[in-house]
C-alpha cells in the first residue's frame, strides 16, 4: 500500500480504530471525520482487524472503497453496506467488476463478503 505520507503510513500500523480514503493518485490518508464518525458510533475501542472495505451507499448504491484499522467502525453502519477484503488486490478487482461508475442497487453474488 502507498501512503501520502510517513504519518499515513505510520497511523495505519499503530493507530487505533481508523478509516483511510484514497485519494486521486491512489495514496492512502487518514479520514478523520470519518474515523470520527465511525468512534461516536462504536464507543467501546474496537479490536483492530485492518481490511479494505467496499461500501456501498444505501441511498445512492455508489460504493466507495475504504481502508479500515478496524471493521466494526464499518459494520452495521446505518447509512450503508460494507463488504471486508484482507487484501488491497482484492478489494480492487471486486471494485472493478462493479463498473464505472461504481453503482449498484444491491451487492450481487459475486461481490458478496468474502468469507
Known sequence: MTFCSPF??????????????????????????????GRNRVLDPPDRDPAHALFRDKETGFVSWFYVTATALLRDH???????????AEAGAALDAIGRPPLLPAWPEEVQQPE
Not at 79 to 86: A, I, L, M, S
Open 8 to 37: 499515513d503510513k505510520e497511523l495505519a500500523a499503530t493507530s487505533p480504530a481508523a478509516i483511510f480514503v484514497r485519494n486521486t493518485d491512489g495514496e492512502w490518508r487518514l479520514a478523520p471525520d470519518l474515523t470520527r464518525d
Open 78 to 88: 446505518p447509512r450503508g453496506e460494507p463488504r471486508f477484503y484482507p487484501t488491497e
